[in-house]
C-alpha cells in the first residue's frame, strides 16, 4: 500500500470521526459508525490507529483548530510573558468550556502510549492545524500533557520575574486543578458557559496576584 493511499485513508477516518463528533456526541461514536462514515471496511481501521480511543483523539483534535488558530490574535496585545500566560487561559476557557467533551477526550484521553506522541503524529499529519504562533506557544501546543503544556508558559513568567521559581509548580498545578474541576461542572451541567469563563479567570487572577514578585498591571 503506498504511502498516499494510507494518509488518504487515514484522513478518511479522521474526517468521519470528527463529524460523528460533532453530529451524535463522542459517546455514541464507535468503530461501526466511523468506518460506515468513511467508506471502508471496520477492520480496516485498525491499520492505522491501535483502538477506537486513538481515532477519537485524532478526531477530537481536529475540534480544537479553531482554538489553536485563534491564539495569534488573541496574543497580538501582549506586552509580557504574564500577559500570555492569562490571555492563553482565557482563550483556551472561550474555547473549552464550549465543547467540554471534546476537550475532555484531548486532555484527560485513554491512550496507550504518551499523549505527546499522539500529539506530535496529529500535527505531523495536518500541520495546517497548528497556525504560526509565538516559540514558547508553538512549545505549549505541542506537548501532550496539560501539566507540561501550562509549565510552557509558567516558566516564562519565572524567566522574566513575575513568579519565584520555587513558586512555579504551585501556579501551574493551582491552574489546572482549576480548570479540571470546571470542566467537570460544566460536562455535569452545574454551570453556565458564561460563568464558568468568567469564574476560572477570576480565580487563576487571584491566584497569580498570590504568586507575584513585581507589579503587573492586569489587562482586563
Sequence with gaps: MGEKHKKLAINHFISAADE???????EKV???NIAQKAGYNSATIYNYFENLDHLI?????KNIKDYALALNS???DSKNAMDRFLMVWECFFNYAYLKPDIYNAIFFPKLTKHIEEYVEEFYSLFPEDLGIHHDT?????LKGNINDRGMTTVMDCVNEGFIEPD????????TLLIFEGML????????????????????????????????YNFYF
Design 137 to 141: 506557544i508553538s512549545t505549549m501546543l
Design 167 to 174: 513558586n512555579a509548580d504551585k501556579l501551574n498545578d493551582m
Design 20 to 26: 460523528l463528533i460533532n453530529e451524535v456526541g463522542i
Design 184 to 215: 467537570i461542572r460544566v460536562l455535569r451541567g452545574a454551570v453556565s458557559y458564561e460563568d464558568s469563563k468568567i469564574k476560572s479567570m477570576d480565580y487563576i487572577k487571584t491566584i497569580v496576584k498570590s504568586f507575584l514578585i513585581k507589579d
Design 74 to 76: 488573541y496574543l497580538s
Design 30 to 32: 464507535t468503530i461501526r
Design 57 to 61: 483523539f485524532f478526531g477530537a483534535m
